[in-house]
Nanobody
């Protein structure tokens, strides 16, 4: 079993920054790949970015140039969000696959006011 715990969400004004963290624990040695998703009210969950160790990180067009995903230690990946816009308001989730199973963080709310 693997557990993912997210932190760092909150309320920020447009143009501001937030940093989300996703920390893994349990039966995992290191995070080699992680996806970040978000889900806004009334909308489907969408992929924000995909981190893969040793490969370039892929980002959705809507966040490219503003968001950065990086691994800060073996079991923690962060999503740095800059130049935030009201349309970035959503619940953000981290997700990893380990030995054929998919694990999700609990979700953290990000609200960007105009």
């Amino acid at each position: 079993q693997v557990q993912l715990v997210e932190s760092g969400g909150g309320l920020v004004q447009a143009g501001g920054s937030l940093r989300l963290s996703c920390a893994a624990s349990g039966n995992i040695f290191s995070i080699n790949a992680m996806d970040w998703y978000r889900q806004a009210p009334g909308k489907e969950r969408e992929l924000v970015g995909r981190y893969t160790s040793g490969s370039p990180t892929n980002y959705a067009d809507s966040v490219k140039g503003r968001f950065i995903i990086s691994r800060v230690n073996l079991k923690t990946v962060v999503l740095q969000m800059n130049s935030l816009k009201p349309e970035d308001t959503a619940v953000y989730y981290c997700n990893i696959g380990v030995r054929g199973s998919s694990y999700w963080g609990q979700g953290t709310q990000v609200t960007v006011s105009s």
